[in-house]
């Protein structure tokens, strides 16, 4: 079959579509589905049967202009926000933050959990489990392009004219150099490392081995898109608004007439000299038309000859051994302004080139216009390609219209400028007016939420050991490990032992910090109603005592943590600090002591009483709400390779998996699971494992899409080796049942 016929005409976008991209099939859709992202800031999601949308994906601020899927149904995003956002089905997971400019291309790799995005600051970053974990550096401009090679590879392009292969580990290992100008578009040959790509300079260019094996000219000034089909047919679409398809196989070639019909329309384009696609060119120095009877040295070679003043370009063809004329080259002829009425700018003539002073202060702009251009596009262009506020549209427009008397062709321009990247010239930054970084997701499940029951454990015993000695039998082991319905608590205490620490780092601290003797017996009070041996309620003075406690300096507050950290187990003193009024000093306290690289002791006994927090209502109510800020700070405490501190971290992450087992927050979970796994990849103590084992089991129980989303960040991959550990048996069979569920 040599053509492709038109099924559908699907709309659901305001605006251009800037990228569209297949989801693979499913259970569900067996036919795959369609994702187009738009100028709108919205993903459109299609059947392939229908022409209306299934869902449309809302949350990006600006124009979403990069789109790639992943297994179990994820998708991710790149848009001029300078974010990324990871989706499943019709829900955002994460959002990727860490570029400085617009994210140009996105590819999801095929070792689950790993993304790449690339950006107009020059870099490409890699993510794992929604971290950051490299950053390429090599560009010398906007990256506009990503293809994967394999596990361990990938090939990116650039407005620098260059395309690079990388190795995941970050070392680049060639770059390759053929194209004169931005390079838009690469794509991979199936199951080899050949590729082809199409850019700026109306060429698509197939590589082979690493070198240019042959060159395609196209009646076009931007090749925007490139894709390889499974068959090795090469699709490109232009700026003249027509896809075409080339292929090596003889059965589809399109017909003589239809090939004729190519060349004539590429004989006939008109090549500016300025772009730079064929070298510097003056045309007294070319030859004639006899310069054409020596054949070429190479597919692709492209010659210039000059025919009664005219200057012509020729590509040389290797399988028909001719010079096929490419277009005619213009401008060349040594016109001036007063000769041809034109004025030139960066290479290019237009009717008017006007000089805009946005604000008294700031640098003046050049705002080049033909009066076939539309005064409203060229003004976006031109806001866009200088980053300048977004506000000044209406004004700019009115300028142009006024200032070229309303002179306007009727006959549309043949070369229709594409509003992608308007002259082709188009040079990202952020365009966005608004803030860039996206609102917490704020929880408010207050209303339905149904607590557990608070720990009792009498005496220090902790609820989850003891399992340790847990044999299984030959029956069927049954799973006591998930999904946890309480907060794990840390209870145990001696104390005697805070008290007289207290005491002793008390002698040493300033006058302005000294507790009184009578402010020492306060806290003792304190800790006995806290730790069951008294009946009496904490009082406000006690507390109060405390907050002065805990706001010591950091080398000697950890025995006053520690009496915070045993309290907050009581419900009357987590009311107070995790009531409306108290709350926001009493997170930036504790958030403040998780800083990596602050005390160990105030890290461990911190992340503690983060997870103490939870035996309350109240308590359970902040550290939802808070929960972004406070899991986002407390996972730097990973690098210090203190086994209590992983421990506490791992704690601090179920008591979240409980909470969120109870509520349908999908964001939330997707954060835990990002924790998870980048905990994972650290913690060796058995304990911290099994804690982790169970949150992860808690958050997916229940839920196809928490389990699709542990899937695609390759938590499975990653829990493997834990089914085979022999001591303690809970951790081996935990992660078992862990598995049965992915």
């Known amino acids: 079959n040599r053509g492709f016929t038109e099924m559908h005409c699907m709309s659901g976008h305001s605006n251009f579509v800037s990228c569209v991209c ?108 929604g971290r950051c974990e490299r950053t390429f550096t090599g560009h010398e401009d906007c990256v506009r392009g990503l293809a994967i090679l394999s596990e361990m ?109 190519f060349e004539n329309e590429l004989s006939q384009a008109s090549i500016d000299p300025k772009t730079g696609d064929l070298g510097d060119i003056n045309a007294d120095d070319l030859p004639g038309r006899e310069h054409l009877k020596d054949p070429g040295t190479r597919d692709g070679q492209t010659r210039l000859i000059k025919d009664n003043g ?24 040594g016109a001036t302004q007063q000769t041809s009425g034109k004025v030139l700018f960066e290479g290019k003539e237009y009717d008017y080139v006007f000089t805009i002073d946005v604000n008294e202060s700031g640098p003046s702009f050049k705002l080049p216009y033909n009066i076939t251009d539309d005064p409203w596009l060229t003004a976006y262009n031109f806001l866009q390609k200088n980053d300048l506020n977004p506000m000044f549209l209406d004004q700019v427009a009115k300028f142009i219209m006024d200032n070229t008397k309303g002179q306007t062709l009727l006959s549309t321009s043949a070369q229709f400028s ?61 799973n006591i490990y998930f999904p946890k319905k309480d907060a794990v608590t840390f209870d145990q205490a001696n104390p005697t032992q805070i008290l007289g620490k207290l005491k002793e780092l008390n002698g040493s601290a300033t006058e302005e910090h000294k507790l009184t003797e009578d402010d020492l017996i306060i806290l003792e009070k304190l800790l006995s109603a806290t730790c069951n041996t008294s009946a009496e309620t904490p009082t406000a003075q006690q507390l109060q005592t405390l907050w002065r406690a805990v706001n010591w300096p950091e080398d000697i507050v950890f025995p006053a943590l520690d009496i915070l950290r045993l309290s907050l187990r009581h419900p009357t003193v987590n009311d107070n600090f995790c009531s409306e009024k108290d709350h926001v000093q009493f997170i930036v306290l504790l958030l403040k002591f998780l800083n990596p690289k602050g005390k160990q002791a105030n890290q461990l006994l911190a992340l503690r009483a983060l997870s103490n927090c939870f035996v309350s209502q109240a308590g ?45 927050n999908i964001e939330g979970k997707a954060q835990c699971l990002s924790v998870i796994s980048t905990v994972m990849e650290v913690v060796q103590d058995c304990e911290a494992i099994f804690r982790l084992l169970v949150a992860l089991g808690t958050l997916i129980s229940d839920d196809t899409n928490a389990v699709q989303l542990a899937k695609s960040l390759g938590v499975d991959s990653q829990i493997k080796k834990y089914a085979s550990v022999s001591e303690p048996a809970k951790v081996k069979e935990c992660c078992r049942f862990v598995l049965n569920l992915l």
């Open 153 to 261: 590879e990938f090939l990116s392009c650039a407005n620098d004219a260059s395309v690079r292969r990388w190795q995941i580990s970050g070392k680049c290992l060639q770059v390759y150099y053929g194209h004169t100008n931005y390079i838009y578009s690469i794509s991979v040959f199936p199951q080899c490392k050949d590729f082809v790509t199409t850019g700026e300079d109306r060429s698509l260019r197939i590589w082979k081995q690493g070198e240019c094996a042959q060159t395609i000219r196209l009646p076009a000034q931007s090749v925007w898109c490139c894709c390889v089909l499974d068959n090795g047919d090469i699709v490109v679409g232009a700026s003249d608004g027509i896809i075409r398809v080339f292929t090596e196989s003889l059965e589809r070639t399109a017909s003589a007439e239809e090939i004729q019909a």
């Open 22 to 129: 297949i989801i693979p099939p499913s259970d569900l859709y067996p036919r795959g589905l369609i994702a187009t992202g738009g100028n709108d800031h919205n993903i459109c999601i299609f059947t392939v049967d229908n022409p209306a949308p299934l869902y449309v994906l809302k949350g990006h601020k600006n124009t979403v202009c990069s789109l790639s899927s992943g297994k179990f149904g994820t998708l991710l995003s790149g848009s001029w926000d300078m974010t990324a956002k990871v989706w499943l089905n019709d829900r955002c997971m994460m959002t990727l933050q860490g570029h400085t400019a617009a994210i140009w291309a996105v590819k999801i790799l095929p070792e689950q959990g790993l993304m790449l995005t690339g950006s107009a600051d020059k870099t490409i970053k890699l993510w794992k489990a």
């Open 620 to 664: 359970q109510k902040l550290m939802m709400e808070r929960r972004d800020e406070i899991m986002t700070q407390a996972i730097e405490t990973k690098s210090g390779n203190n086994k209590n501190i992983h421990i506490a971290l791992a704690t601090l992450t179920l008591n979240y998996a409980v909470c969120l087992h109870k509520v349908n």
């Open 418 to 478: 594409d509003p992608f990247t308007g002259a082709g010239r188009y040079v990202p930054g952020s365009s966005s007016g608004s803030s860039t970084i996206p609102a917490a997701d704020p929880f408010t499940g207050a209303g339905r939420y149904v607590p557990g029951s608070a720990s009792n454990a009498v005496g220090g015993v902790d609820p989850y050991t003891g399992m340790g000695a847990y044999q299984s039998a030959a029956a069927k082991v049954e």
């Open 310 to 333: 005219k200057v012509e370009a020729y590509q040389w063809s290797v399988s028909e051994g001719r010079w096929i004329k490419i277009g005619d080259v213009v401008g060349s002829s």
